[in-house]
């Protein structure tokens, strides 16, 4: 049995850590709130872009939704446990943040590594929405006059790359191309040498990737930055497990 000196000195160390940690998982549980926010942010912001992206991109904010939903859920028992001290629930909080560390960490190096894939298939996906379309409800027709009055581009590259294009035969560059709508007439728009002085030359592909890379740089630096919080927890979590194991066997 360990003196009493002892066990005196042990009580305010658990004592501190269970603050410590209570504060964390409080910080923890917030960021899961960010990181929901984020998930739907991108995913309302980013909605355009993604519906020329693959399925499997459109399916990025989502999984930040799944996983600040999980954040919240960990960090909830994650007070519970520490409010209880109990060691095994301490041990299983651990676990479950190096899980999610390790799921954020994969996740972020998988999407570092095929971002010119997704650059190549936006290409690939913007010059067919160009080629297919036409004033409809198509969701990528659609997707295509929102990005070129959005930022002010016409075409993939530049706005010659409408000439290509079976609407072009038919009714010229689409009025979303305007500079100003109210000086920009279909005649204008079926010459190509008028429609130059009328409309955006600058093409979108560049535009929408650095639009796209600057927003998903917000997205990639918040969900890395929670990532490695969860080190800290971590951390905490095992170091007042131990404590309180010790202190267990020390009253014995």
Known sequence: MASPS???QTKPVITCLKSVLLTYTFVFWVSGIVLLAVGIWGRVSLAVYFSLLDEKATNVPFVLVGAGTV???LGTFGC???CRGSTWMLKL???LLSLIF??????AIVGFVFRHEI???FESNLDLALKDYNVTADPHSEAVDTIQRTLHCCGVQNYSDWERTEYFSQRGIPRSCCKNQNDCSEEDLKDPNKAQLKVF???CFFLVTSTMESKMSVVA???FGIACFQLIGIILSCCLSRYITNNQYEMV
């Open 221 to 223: 630096g918040i969900s």
């Open 80 to 82: 519970f446990a520490t």
């Open 71 to 73: 954040v919240v859920l």
């Open 201 to 203: 030359v600058n093409g």
């Open 119 to 121: 650059k190549t298939s």
């Open 93 to 95: 909080y651990a676990m």
């Open 6 to 8: 002892r066990r005196l």
């Open 102 to 107: 390790l799921i954020v960490l994969v996740a």
